[in-house]
């Protein structure tokens, strides 16, 4: 089984940056992803990367804002987040893939999911 646990979440003024990550307990992933789930709202991906390949991929609304990154020898991914907005108030969630999933920023193919850390973003 494997356990992954984010960092990293907190409260920000719009504008500001955060960096999360997650923490896995064994390396078994080729997808990694972010998700968040904005209150109220339903459960959305926001970046992607498929480890080897460092292929990323993200949301439309992150796009140019945010970048997702992977440490293998730590079994670590970062999600830096830059120029927040109120509307990425979220719980963020990381999540792992053991392929290479075909819509990374879906969740139907991924397995392993952390337990979430809260992003809270002021105006």
Known sequence: ???LVESGGGE???GGSLRLSCAASLHTWNTVGWFRHPPGKEREGVAAIYSG???EFYGNSVQGRFSISLDNAKNTVNLQM???KPEDTATYYCATAPGYANSPLTEPEYKYWGQGTQVTVSS
């Open 82 to 84: 830059n120029d927040l």
């Open 12 to 14: 920000v003024q719009a």
């Open 1 to 3: 089984q494997v356990q």
């Open 53 to 55: 390949f460092g292929t």
